[in-house]
């Protein structure tokens, strides 16, 4: 009998229950329409748009459209691992420990924005860190004061990405701001909202440290298509 070749995904994951996923793009929605009534949320951001973009769509609209997320599919997810089909080096050895199917409840402690992603920072427990596989140190900076950011700091979902800006970058963007951060800068102007206090990092770059974790629901699987 055909018993099937073992197949690695694009990636490994923590995925966003349905009741999770509803939920928290509801936060999303309404943190999104919160900023778009915030006067220097608004002017810090869009100075950062190249100037030929005359008429700018209002900020829902750029970060709300997720269309080319998942194949189009609503799903909200922490990569745990990109795997490339197999591109990456121990991909195999990582699904066999992996336990995949399992379920774990993550903690979402911050938002951010950039002028090119939306996402929530995730702080991983201990039984989640070992699942997370990134070396963290690869998108250091060459210049610069060496910042060691902690393991699983990294750990994101991504809401939305402005148009022409693949998901990979909120990872990125989120470093950056860590790394202003832990080299000391000082927010450059903080807003209080609803969730916590929004502060900015220049640039367009800004973070919340939510007052209360959101808790969400999730299921440990592989993105395959
Ligand atoms: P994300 O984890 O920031 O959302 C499919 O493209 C998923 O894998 C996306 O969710 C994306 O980013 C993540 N991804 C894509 N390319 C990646 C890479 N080179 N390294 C890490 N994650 C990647």
Redesign the pocket.
């Known amino acids: 009998t055909e018993v099937g070749l073992p197949v690695i995904a694009?990636?490994y994951?923590w995925f966003l229950t349905k009741k999770s996923v509803d939920c928290l793009l509801e936060y999303y929605k309404s943190f999104l329409e919160d900023l778009q009534k915030r006067p220097l949320f608004l002017e810090e951001t869009i100075s950062t748009f190249t100037p030929g973009d005359q008429k700018l769509p209002p900020i829902l609209d750029i970060y709300f459209s997720r269309s080319k997320?998942?194949g189009g599919r609503n799903l909200l997810?922490?990569?745990a691992n990109?795997t490339?089909y197999g591109q990456t080096p121990g991909a195999a050895n990582y699904v066999k420990s992996s336990g995949l199917g399992r379920a774990f409840k993550l903690q979402l402690t911050a938002l951010f924005v950039t002028p090119r992603?939306v996402?929530a920072r995730v702080k991983l427990s201990r039984a989640q860190l070992p699942l997370f596989n990134?070396d963290e140190s690869v998108s250091e900076p060459t210049t610069g004061d060496p910042v060691t950011p902690d393991p699983g700091s990294r750990a994101?979902?991504?809401l939305g990405c402005a148009p022409n800006v693949?998901?990979?970058?909120?990872?990125l963007d989120l470093m950056d701001i860590l790394r202003s951060i832990e080299g000391d800068e000082k927010p450059s102007i903080t807003l209080n909202m609803d969730l916590g206090k929004l502060c900015c990092y220049g640039k367009g770059r800004w973070m919340l440290d939510l007052t209360k974790p959101i808790p969400v629901n999730s299921l440990f699987s592989g993105?395959y298509a």
Do not use: A, I, M, Y
Not at 166 to 171: C, W, Y
């Open positions: 694009l990636f994951g997320f998942s997810h922490c990569t990109f490339d992603t996402g990134f994101h979902v991504t693949e998901p990979v970058q909120t990872g993105f």
